[in-house]
C-alpha cells in the first residue's frame, strides 16, 4: 500500500470514530502520525506483537507542572503492522479506528488490561 493512501485511509478513519473521541484528538492537540515500519525500540518493547499504534506523551492523569515532556503528545499508526495482518483497504480503515480510540484510552492513562477488558 502506498503511503499516501494509508494517511487517507487514516483521516478517513478519523471522520469514523465517534464525536467525542474527535474532539478529544482537537482539544488536547493531539497529532496522528502515520509511519511507514515500526521502530526498533517499540518493536523490541513489544516483543512477538503486531504494533498497529502508539500512544507517545504524558497520559492526561499523570500530568502536573512537574512533568517535563520531551515530546510532543501523539499517536503513530505503523503502515507495515496493518498491511501485515490486512488485505482489504476496509480492514485496515476498521483497524485504524479501533487503534487510535485505543490509544486514547492510553492518553486517559488506562492500561492494556483495562483497555482489553472493556473491549476498546
Partial sequence: M???IFESLIEDAIERIPKKFKKILEK???KLLAREKTPDAIHDKFKNSIVFGVFIGVPHNKRSIFNIQSEPT????YKESFEQVFKKEEEIETQIV???IHEIGHYFGFSEEEL?????
Fill in 74 to 77: 501523539r499517536i503513530e499508526l
Fill in 28 to 30: 488536547e492537540n493531539i
Fill in 2 to 4: 502506498d503511503m499516501v
Fill in 116 to 120: 482489553r477488558h472493556y473491549r476498546v
Fill in 98 to 100: 479501533k487503534t487510535v
